[in-house]
């Protein structure tokens, strides 16, 4: 059973779920109708685990070569390739007949490209063949913020549109950052990650570009959803935290890995907490 469980990476799954609730909250215009929020909750966490397993089935024989990955459940030999295809198959499966039952069908088809797009598109198709695989499939870590506000509006918006545009301009920092700490394993397993195939100024200069359109698309879902000035200042707050840790990437910097790490865990918190204020901030209008 922990082996299933840890092919669903249930770690990676909690940011999909926390960029789900505030488009929930926002798309409601406040509290969100019980059943769709938790079925888009729970049909989520199933599709993202299928997506996951699906993607370390296609990567099984990758696994073996990196340290990080090489205890994963189909790389150590705890599942087979073919049970992880099965299990992936259903939660796939039980994923969309909940949407499809308690949410709304723009919400269903979205959970579907997400699906689609993670697996084919970048795990197949990006990830081993270019240096920009993360971000055109991290595209695939946006969709929950579409799919949140579709399972309550059957529609979209422009707040919906500019909140992933954040977690797209989000991603690639935060998994360049993986990549830096990481830079030996990915390139014994001969995957094109950018700060394996660049130079360090190039990883910054893109690592900068990404954080000023992420920054950038923070303020504007704040417009365009109407909320109070404060969150404009709090989120001008984090931006400053988040720009303070990439400078501190610049060529020459000292501990060029430990600054990689805290950008990656800042990453983390710089969501939730943006993600967290948006709530507050639709429910205190």
Known sequence: MRAYIELMKLRVVELLIITTVPALFLAAGGWPPLMPAIASLIGGTFAAGAANAFNMVIEAET?????????????????????????????????????????????????????FFYVAIYTVALKPNTNQNIVWGGIAGCLPVLIGWAAVTNSLSWTAFWFFMVVFFWTPPHF???AIKYRDDYEAAKIPMLPVVASRKRVYIETWFHTICMIICSVLTIYTAGLPNWCYYLTLVLAVVFAEQVYKLRKGEAEYEKVAGRIFHFSILYLTLFSLLLVVGQLLL
């Open 176 to 178: 360049w950052a993986i």
């Open 63 to 115: 696994d073996k070569l990196m340290s990080r990955t090489k205890h994963r459940p189909i790389a150590s030999g705890a599942i087979t390739k073919k049970e992880a295809s099965r299990f992936a198959s259903a939660l796939m499966i039980l994923s969309l007949i909940v949407f499809w039952v308690f949410t709304t069908p723009l919400a269903t088809l979205l959970t579907s490209l997400a699906i």
